[in-house]
């Protein structure tokens, strides 16, 4: 980076998962030493209702995705958040946004979420559609061991 440009984004994916709390770790890992910022992007949607409407309590799903972040974040760093950290809540599909965001990003960085009898091989639609679609490089992390 030449001096005197704004420093590198890396955009991170948080659903709360022990995976996404890797991603953030390992995304204010790389950023430190490139003096890059580190933007912690929560998803939340409404549930899909069939059959019928039911007015959704908007201010509900949005506290509770609210919270979400803020614990991934807290788990991740402590009760301190890191200078070069900080976190948007956005409403809407993760995959859409988060591929969005990839635009004006140096580096998406999402969790490995995915489940099935080669479970080793397999990433989550979310981190799939991230690694086919992004703008930027994308690193995919995966839960740790122990976690």
């Known amino acids: 980076m030449d001096q005197g440009v704004s ?3 890396i955009v991170v994916g948080v659903d709360g998962s022990p995976a996404s709390i890797e991603a953030l770790k390992h995304a204010r ?3 430190v030493p490139l003096g890059a910022q580190v933007v912690a992007v929560a998803c939340w949607m409404f549930p ?3 059959g019928g409407y039911v007015a959704p309590d908007v201010e509900d799903y949005e506290k509770e995705a609210q919270g979400i972040l803020e614990e991934s974040l807290a788990r991740a760093f402590g009760p301190a958040l890191p200078g070069n950290v900080t976190s ?4 809407g599909p993760a995959r859409d ?3 969005d965001a990839s635009k004006d990003a140096d580096m ?3 969790g490995r979420r995915g489940h099935g009898g080669f479970a ?3 990433l ?3 981190s799939s559609a991230c690694v086919a679609h992004a703008l930027c490089p994308v690193l995919v992390v995966h839960a740790p061991e122990n976690g």
């Not at 948007?88 to 409403?91: E, F």
Request: proline content about 0%; overall charge positive; charged content about 10%.
């Open 7 to 9: 420093t590198g984004k």
């Open 29 to 31: 890992s790389i950023a």
């Open 48 to 50: 899909q209702v069939y």
């Open 88 to 91: 948007r809540l956005v409403c």
């Open 97 to 99: 946004l988060l591929i």
């Open 108 to 110: 998406l960085v999402v």
């Open 120 to 122: 080793g091989l397999l």
């Open 124 to 126: 989550g639609s979310v």
